[in-house]
């Protein structure tokens, strides 16, 4: 069955650093997403993207984030200078225009800890 | 006001039980409803789609209702498996750039 893929599964990073979150979405899907949850807290939208930019963002979603499809298969976050707050899982999506875009299929996350 | 809004639990139920899950949602532009699974510390998984006429799948039953914005999950002959939280989803548009907005979820544990 395919699957939404996520790299890496747990990544620390010190406060101020940059890091980037690695996604493979489902190889047909058109629309990409990145949520997070922090720990305790409810699922949280980022990001959608679709045709190469940014359909919509949430507030959560700041200067600080970017999204890329550097290729074909990969859709990456980029967070420029992490702050503690930052701390959450981020889970990536995808799903498929053509059953009417509705449902997201998940990976299985990057655990983000910032310190 | 919270825009999807579920009762955290948890529910403790024995094996072979039924248990039922409600919703609620404010936003009453609201075009699309799902239930998602998460088991702790993993991704949500779409467990269904919820329809305006209610559907079943297996053990599983989905029922809405667009005038109160009222959602609810049963599931009957409750298995040890089933232990998860479950998440209530709404998107606001039939289109695959809305958002997904989630409740917070409600917890399940069946037990032996």
Known sequence: ?115 | RKEVEQDPGPFNVPEGATVAFNCTYSNSASQSFFWYRQDCRKEPKLLMSVYSSGNEDGRFTAQLNRASQYISLLIRDSKLSDSATYLCVVRVADSGNTPLVFGKGTRLSVIA
């Open chain 1, 1 to 115: 069955e395919p699957e939404v893929t996520q790299t890496p599964s747990h990544q620390v990073t010190q406060m101020g650093q940059e890091v980037i979150l690695r996604c493979v979405p489902i190889s047909n899907h058109l629309y990409f997403y990145w949520y997070r949850q922090i720990l305790g807290q409810k699922v949280e939208f980022l990001v959608s993207f679709y045709n190469n930019e940014i359909s919509e963002k949430s507030e959560i979603f700041d200067d600080q984030f970017s999204v890329e499809r550097p290729d074909g298969s990969n859709f990456t976050l980029k967070i420029r200078s992490t702050k503690l707050e930052d701390s959450a899982m981020y889970f990536c999506a995808s799903s498929d225009a053509g059953q009417g875009g509705t449902e997201a299929f998940f990976g299985q996350g990057t655990r983000l800890t910032v310190v």
